[in-house]
């Protein structure tokens, strides 16, 4: 069975620094990796996702992402904070078999001034 | 515009009264799924859809039942509803093989008293 880890609860960071969340997987196979962002009151939006090939993905809104299979890690990156980031970001892992989807705890980014 | 709607956005209801939470999409996605979140937990995939008259359970799916008669509609059925069913319940579709990728719904907030 697939499992997600976020070690992260809640990270505070300022306005234009940079920010890295971290995520783990548990995953028998090749994994299907995503980035999710949920703003207060909002559904999920889709921040990027990862199946194969080159193991740093670029997504929406200036993040990315970098696969590490020896670390079962895809850890999402921005190099400089806005306080519009300041969201609840989810990291979920997929089975290539069925598309069943399995979510971290989340990890809330606050955005001070 | 490409979305996932679901109704009602908020409803209050008493234990024990059955209550069904509709969800429809209109990007002709073969996958569709639902999903309830908590403070803590992240999200927990409750059932999910392969396909027109296929589904099967996701990580918590007692108490709830779903259908899939149609492509583009994926109820969510709880026929007697107890309190530890409150919670923000998100429906969500996904395309198949490099489309794969869950569109979220806005979310319906249950209260069961």
């Known amino acids: 069975a697939q499992s997600v880890t976020q070690p992260d609860i809640h990270i505070t960071v300022s306005e234009g620094a940079s920010l890295e969340l971290r995520c783990n997987y548990s995953?028998?196979?090749?994994?299907?990796l995503f980035w999710y962002v949920q703003s207060p009151g909002q559904g999920l939006q889709l921040l990027l996702k990862?199946?194969?090939?080159?193991?740093l993905v670029q997504g929406i809104k200036g993040f990315e992402a970098e696969f590490k299979r020896s670390q079962s890690s895809f850890n999402l990156r921005k190099p400089s904070v806005h306080w519009s980031d300041a969201a609840e970001y989810f990291c979920?892992?997929?089975?290539?078999?069925?598309?069943?989807?399995?979510f971290g705890a989340g990890t809330t980014v606050t955005v001070r001034a | 515009e490409a979305q996932v709607t679901q109704n009602p956005r908020y409803l209050i209801t008493v234990t024990g009264k059955k209550l069904t939470v509709t969800c429809s999409q209109n990007?002709?996605?073969?996958?569709m799924s639902w999903y309830r979140q908590d403070p803590g937990l992240g999200l927990r995939q409750i059932y999910y859809?392969?396909?027109?008259?296929?589904?099967d359970k996701g990580d918590v799916p007692e108490g709830y039942k779903v259908s899939r008669k149609e492509k583009r509609n994926f109820p969510l059925i709880l026929e007697s509803p107890s309190p530890n069913q409150t919670s923000l319940y998100f429906c969500?579709?996904?395309?198949?093989?490099?489309?794969?990728?869950?569109?979220f719904g806005s979310g319906t907030r249950l209260t069961v008293v």
């Open positions: 859809s392969m396909n027109v008259e296929v589904t």
């Open positions: 990007m002709n996605h073969e996958y």
């Open positions: 969500a579709s996904s395309g198949q093989g490099r489309d794969y990728g869950y569109t």
């Open positions: 990862y199946f194969s090939g080159d193991t």
């Open positions: 995953y028998g196979a090749t994994p299907y």
């Open positions: 979920a892992v997929g089975a290539s078999n069925d598309y069943k989807l399995s």
